[in-house]
């Protein structure tokens, strides 16, 4: 009996000295964190308090940033609307039904409504004459007037809706502006200018075709006149071979 007694007294006792020993090993690791490491920590973050004081008193002041936020916000309530309307404003002014399914066309931005536009304008302004019906020099002038003409025509159509992806790009810049934060400029900039580049570009096609179609006309404009001069010449012989009769 007194063996087992001191068998269970030991049992009981052995736990309770380890776990005495795991709360000595923890209460030191506490110990050191907060009065080494804790140390440190509050030196790294009144560091980066002061940090953060001087992006937001001298780099990068908060009230500068907010005013401007505030101008970026206030700019978009007051001219996008007025801005929209004028973008969109429709203006026809064709009053037959031809006439005016024709400038539909022209005006709904879609360059899917290319061919719709191919066929209107064959509608609207005929088709070239047989062979049989016009001069051959007639007919050719005709067939170049017409295509630079729809050619011109489906350009517009393109640069208007590349157009409204530019408004669009330019829409969500300024919300972007609206919500930016200190150091977001760079990127900002940077969409910026490829916006800028696609702009150009359009208007870069646009005033190559306006130069086709002037070339076109210079073109059609000389033709007449070297007609002319033909029919001149061929008067200035019938006169000749009459007098010389």
């Known amino acids: 009996m007194g063996i087992a007694v001191a068998?269970?007294?030991?049992?009981?006792?052995?736990?309770?000295?380890?776990?005495?020993?795991?709360?000595?090993?923890?209460?030191?690791?506490?110990s050191s964190i907060q009065s080494d490491i804790g140390s440190s920590l509050s030196s790294v973050n009144q560091i980066m308090q002061q940090v953060t004081k001087l992006h937001q008193t001298t780099v990068a002041p908060l009230a500068a940033l907010n005013q401007a936020r505030g101008f970026v916000a206030t700019s978009i309530s007051s001219f996008r609307n007025s801005m929209n309307q004028v973008f969109n404003t429709p203006f026809t002014s064709a009053v037959t039904p031809g006439a005016q399914q024709f400038e539909s066309?022209?005006?709904?931005?879609?360059?899917?409504?290319i061919p719709s536009l191919?066929?209107?304008?064959?509608?609207?302004?005929?088709?070239?004459?047989q062979a049989n019906t016009a001069l051959p020099q007639d007919r050719v002038m005709m067939d170049m007037d017409d295509a630079l003409g729809q050619q011109n025509l489906k350009t517009t159509l393109i640069a208007d809706q590349g157009e409204d992806l530019i408004l669009q790009t330019a829409n969500q810049m300024e919300n972007q502006v609206a919500v930016s934060t200190p150091g977001s400029n760079p990127y900002l900039t940077a969409q910026a200018q490829v916006a800028n580049l696609r702009?150009?570009?359009?208007?870069?096609?646009?005033?190559a075709a306006e130069l086709r179609q002037e070339a076109g006309r210079i073109a059609h404009d000389n033709?007449?006149?070297?007609?002319?001069?033909?029919?001149?010449?061929?008067?200035?012989?019938?006169?000749?071979?009459?007098?010389?009769?």
Do not use: E, W
Not at 105 to 113: K, M, V
Not at 118 to 129: E, L
């Open 199 to 207: 702009c150009q570009a359009y208007m870069q096609m646009m005033i």
């Open 105 to 113: 066309i022209l005006h709904s931005r879609l360059s899917t409504q």
């Open 223 to 245: 033709v007449l006149v070297k007609r002319r001069t033909t029919m001149t010449g061929a008067v200035n012989s019938l006169i000749t071979g009459a007098l010389t009769r």
């Open 118 to 129: 191919q066929t209107s304008f064959t509608t609207n302004y005929g088709t070239i004459p």
């Open 7 to 30: 068998i269970l007294a030991t049992t009981v006792a052995l736990p309770t000295l380890g776990h005495a020993q795991f709360l000595s090993v923890f209460d030191s690791i506490f």
